[in-house]
């Protein structure tokens, strides 16, 4: 019975369980198929996106910098070229704490404390997976030290980067320019995408200005990173898709400069504070440019401390500036063959008509003196003559005779108060004062009256004119040039990377139009007047002495301070930041001019004593070949190149109202 | 009818093979141990790739195949009606041992969940995954199916006690095996739809119920739980960095040991819980379909030995077991492919790892015990 009842229970259960486990059978086939839907959705569907998100996983692209492209001078020096150094640098993304990150690295001595508010800030200013660099230029110490911490600073590396080297340090700095840190206001201006792997950008100069050029285009690599975002290397088909770009480097420049006459001017100068500036009148060509004091580029090319740029900074004789584009000073007597040119043009003036010069100056109609130099010439004088010896009061009268308007006029277009166009950046228009720009410049109105004492000022390039020395070779260049603008350029070549070099065109502005032939003679003449005794001897007479060609010139001196009425300056009692810096400008050889220059000598007195003999130097290193004697290819043309007196006199004869009958 | 079974039977009797003999004389079913066998194969292949080419990985979890075979081999020898005397003995064992890790691990102000023997460490929760559904079945192998409503209180007890002291070790995988495995018990025994119907609209109020009773931040911790993807960087790492190596392998995955997202470390977990991503990335979509149709049919062989058992005991926990094993591959799949929260439950057979190799070949022992001493419980 119980047997029985067992035996039913048991069927009925069996029948039970396997109606169970067909429904689990069921059950788990559902669940199968859910699965694959599952499967189907990612490995199908979305496969694409998946495959996206694995790639970017595993593949980071890493940027190659592009080599900066060089720069030489015209004879193909080297003057600015790639080091290879290490560098520190920083992916912010894979740093888990930054300011921790940074004080760790001040702990160590790669970074000092005051530099960290810059460092993060960089940091912060880039976008997050860029490789910031935070120490540039690291000793191979420096480098060992941060090895032994490596792993205590998780997306913090060394790379080896290129730098920037400066063969000749200081030496045309202020053309050259330098690179450095890009910084977070470099940052505004630049494409990041294309700098990205770029630590240094040019900053001045040449490296500014051409900073396209000398770029390139950077390239990238593809490369294969673990988990902790550390590059593998694993063989087989995950490296086979990774792509590398190689990078183009920038191209070459071949600069206008020559490194001769520009270490000649430099020496020259030594250490006064001054500027020379050298062209090639017939293409604009910068062939020195010196800023004294200068600094060595290296410096900021390395990653300047705060210190160091401080010190650069704070320096009272200004080393960062640029002396030669942005001094701007009073242009003194070099203003006078301009202001005689304006004159003949507009017939103001009959260059044989004599002034009677006895040291002051008095303006009709004014109790004001105008005072000249103890030195100035005293007795009557032609143009001529109060070109060469440089007569203050001939001027003051000329300048008086001529009128402010009509001065504005015609050095306006000469280049006085206007820019260059110079191919370097920064350069300061200066200043012509005018009647008109009085008004605008001043609020009061008492102050806005145009006194007829300033045009008489302007005889001497005195008043509110300023000139740049950049400007005042530009314009001896456009006077030699006889009228010809050409803008001064510091680069003349950019040569790809594949060597091939394309020679810029010089960029001629437009010329000064409507000077007689005769009157540009006549100028001339009388500034070869300055550099030679004759009659009478010329302001440089000293400084040009045995000179192996016909230098044309012009002595200048520029008041920094006004002596008073009654007063005489003595320069032994003046404080030496306000002697008067000396001029000079001068182009040659006078017949087939190669070089224009302006040599700017800051508080050193008079410019023919002070300006003069260092002009002389660096004509001659130009100019001369290493026997002492004028280069062949600067010849003029048709003559005895060391027989300039006999040129000089030739072509003064062919013309009616030469120097010789001006000199009479 | 009659005439063909005996056909049947004498075509069967001649064409045995000497591997059919040996298989029968071992008391072990042949197309059960293929398909193990088969997966065990084809996840050794996965976990060389997986490990980083890692041979000395893949020779230790030989030996874990060979420790959980020796098991298998063993328990199949085993009399079922031992095992159904031994179980609530074992149970009992289970329960203490576990009571035992809990107090060790409070003392040690620690996660527990090994007992350390000194020769091996032994996991108390592993034994439970077999203690349980024994006892579940061991309670209802006399009592009338489906059970009565009492015996399903008590039947409750016995499941969530055990799997509620795991829980808290806290071992949140091995604890829901271990109640799945009592519930299936349940299950299989023929309860109504009506009684599961009734429990899930409890578990659903307890559920509602709950989720009010919850702090901010501890709600926040369930729904990065349920959602994990919404926490990229802490709990759904895992999950993203897994469903990109499956979406990423596509249908015919990226080749073995070129599945980057496992070979350059982003897959954590490559070799344990996650190796499921592993075949989906290197072998794609046909390697991951290719395992789930092997262990369907494995889990189909077994729930068709547990049909042909004749008792009541040995019906209940060989169908348990069966269901389990694919509860395991489920949970882990699912979980894998972001289909389920992350729970720590082992691929079966396939990630790396003795304990539950031991504990699952050691079930499949049972199982097939269950299945071929079937003509001994009559006499």
């Known amino acids: 019975m119980v047997q029985g009842v067992r035996i039913k229970d048991h069927w009925k259960e069996q029948r039970l369980f396997e109606r169970r486990a067909l429904l689990a059978v069921a059950v788990v086939a559902l669940l ?27 593949v980071r692209v890493e940027p190659i910098p592009a080599a900066r492209g060089l720069m030489y001078d015209r004879n193909g020096t080297v003057l600015a070229s790639g080091q290879p150094a290490y560098q520190l640098e920083l992916v912010r993304e894979e740093v888990p704490n930054l300011d921790a990150t940074l004080q760790g690295l001040v702990a160590i001595g790669l970074l000092t404390d005051d530099e960290l508010p810059e460092v993060r800030r960089n940091i912060l200013s880039r976008r997050s997976f860029d490789s910031v660099p935070v120490r540039l230029r690291m000793s191979d110490e420096d480098a060992a030290r941060f090895a032994v911490h490596r792993f205590e600073f998780p997306g913090v590396d060394i790379k080896t980067r290129e730098s920037r080297l400066y063969p000749y340090g200081p030496l045309a700095v202020h053309a050259i320019g330098y690179v450095s840190a890009i910084s977070e206001q470099d940052l505004a201006h630049i494409d990041r995408a294309a700098y990205s792997g770029t630590a240094l950008i040019g900053k001045l100069g040449v490296e500014a200005a051409y900073e396209k050029e000398l770029h390139g285009t950077n390239g990238y690599r593809e490369i294969l990173v673990n988990a902790e975002g550390r590059s593998v290397d694993k063989l087989g088909a995950l490296t086979l898709q990774l792509k590398t770009q190689a990078p183009v480097a920038g191209d070459d420049l071949v600069l206008a400069l020559d490194l001769k006459t520009q270490e000649a001017a430099e020496q020259a100068l030594g250490d006064r504070r001054g500027a020379v500036v050298a062209l090639d009148p017939r293409n604009g060509d910068v062939l020195a440019l010196v800023s004294h004091p200068a600094f060595d580029p290296n410096l900021f090319a390395h990653g300047i401390g705060r210190a160091e740029y401080a010190a650069l900074a704070d320096d009272p004789d200004k080393p960062l500036l640029d002396r030669a584009l942005r001094g701007t000073y009073p242009s003194g007597s070099t203003i006078k063959p301009a202001l005689a040119l304006a004159a003949l043009t507009d017939h103001a ?12 100056f008095h303006l009709p109609g004014s109790r004001h003196l105008f005072r000249s130099d103890k030195d100035d010439p005293r007795g009557w004088i032609a143009l001529s003559e109060a070109i060469s010896r440089s007569s203050d009061v001939y001027f003051y009268g000329l300048a008086a005779t001529l009128g402010i308007d009509r001065i504005a006029a015609f050095l306006t277009p000469l280049g006085y108060g206007r820019l260059t166009g110079i191919d370097i950046g920064g350069e300061k228009p200066g200043l012509l004062p005018t009647p008109a720009w009085k008004r605008e410049a001043f609020s009061r109105p008492e102050d806005q009256v145009w006194f007829p004492g300033e045009t008489v000022n302007m005889g001497l390039g005195q008043g509110y004119l300023l000139v740049t020395p950049l400007q005042l070779a530009h314009i001896t260049g456009i006077i030699a040039e006889r009228g010809r603008d050409f803008r001064p350029r510091v680069v003349k070549g950019v040569r790809d990377p594949d060597g091939h070099t394309r020679w810029l065109t010089p960029i001629e502005d437009q010329p000064i139009l409507g000077v007689a032939d005769a009157d540009w003679s006549f100028v001339i003449e009388a500034m070869i007047g300055t550099t030679r005794c004759a009659q009478y001897c010329g302001t440089a007479w000293e400084a040009f002495k045995g000179a192996a060609y016909a230098a044309a010139g012009k002595t200048g001196t520029a008041q920094v301070y006004t002596v008073g009425q009654n007063a005489t300056y003595n320069a032994n009692i003046v404080p030496e930041r306000l002697r008067d810096h000396a001029w000079f400008v001068a182009f040659a050889p ?17 410019g023919a004593d002070a300006a003069a003999p260092l002009a002389r130097k660096v004509l001659d290193a130009y100019l001369l070949g290493p026997d002492g004697r004028l280069k062949a290819q600067f010849a003029p043309p048709a003559s005895d190149a060391t027989d300039t007196r006999a040129a000089a006199t030739r072509t003064a004869d062919a013309r009616p109202t030469g120097a010789g009958q001006a000199a009479r | 009818m009659i005439h063909e079974e005996l056909t049947d039977a004498s075509r069967a009797r001649r064409t045995l093979t000497g591997t059919a003999r040996m298989l029968l004389a071992l008391k072990l079913d042949g197309p059960l141990l293929i398909g193990l066998a088969l997966i065990a194969v ?38 079922p009606n031992f095992l159904r005397r031994i179980s609530p003995w074992l149970y009992a064992a289970g329960i203490a041992l576990l009571l035992i890790v809990a107090g060790i691990g409070y003392i040690g102000k620690g996660a527990q969940r090994w007992l350390d023997l000194g020769v091996f460490r032994f996991q108390p929760s592993e034994l439970m995954k077999l203690a349980v559904p024994m006892m579940c079945a061991w309670y209802l192998r006399e009592r009338p199916l489906p059970p009565s409503l009492p015996s399903l209180a008590l039947l409750a007890l016995l499941i969530v006690v055990p799997a509620g002291l795991v829980v808290m070790q806290p071992d949140l995988g091995t604890g829901t095996l271990i ?40 709600r926040d911790r369930v729904l990065t739980f349920m959602n994990p993807e919404s926490d990229p960087l802490g709990a759904g790492y895992h999950i993203i960095q897994s469903t990109i190596a499956i979406g990423s392998g596509g249908v015919f995955g990226k080749g ?18 996650f190796i499921y991503a592993v075949i989906g990335e290197e072998f794609g979509m046909l390697g991951q379909v290719l395992l789930i149709l092997l262990y369907v049919f494995v889990v189909g062989r077994a729930i068709y030995l547990a049909t042909q058992t004749q008792d009541t005991f040995s019906r209940l926990l060989a169908g348990s077991l069966a269901v389990t094993f694919f509860a395991y591959v489920f949970i882990n799949t699912g979980m894998v492919s972001g289909l389920l929260p992350v729970v720590g439950v082992p691929l ?8 539950s190799m031991v504990t699952l070949l050691a079930g499949f022992g049972m199982l097939m015990s269950l299945y071929s001493h079937r003509r001994l419980i009559g006499s």
């Open chain 1, 590 to 606: 006078a017949e087939a001019p190669r070089i224009a220059i302006a040599v700017l000598v800051e508080n050193a007195g008079f």
């Open chain 1, 349 to 360: 003036v009959d260059p044989n008509h004599k002034v009677f010069c006895d040291g002051v």
């Open chain 2, 42 to 79: 084809y996840g050794l292949v996965v976990l060389y790739s997986a490990s980083g080419q890692r041979l000395g990985m893949v020779l230790r979890q030989v030996g874990h195949l060979a420790m959980g075979a020796a098991a298998m081999l063993a328990l199949a020898q085993v009399n």
């Open chain 2, 256 to 273: 073995w040991m070129n599945g980057s997202q496992a070979q350059l470390d982003f897959l954590p977990e490559s070799s344990t819980d």
């Open chain 2, 179 to 218: 109640m799945a495995a009592g519930a299936l018990v349940v299950i299989l025994a023929g309860l109504q739809f009506r009684v599961m119907g009734a429990l899930a609209a409890l578990a659903a109020l307890g559920g509602w119920a709950g989720w009010h009773l919850l702090h901010g931040y501890q």
């Open chain 1, 32 to 58: 199968a198929l859910v699965l694959c839907g599952r499967l189907y959705l990612l490995q199908v569907i979305r496969h694409d996106r998946y495959s996206q998100l694995s790639q970017g996983n595993r």
């Open chain 2, 348 to 355: 079966p057979l396939v990630s790396y790892g003795g304990s």
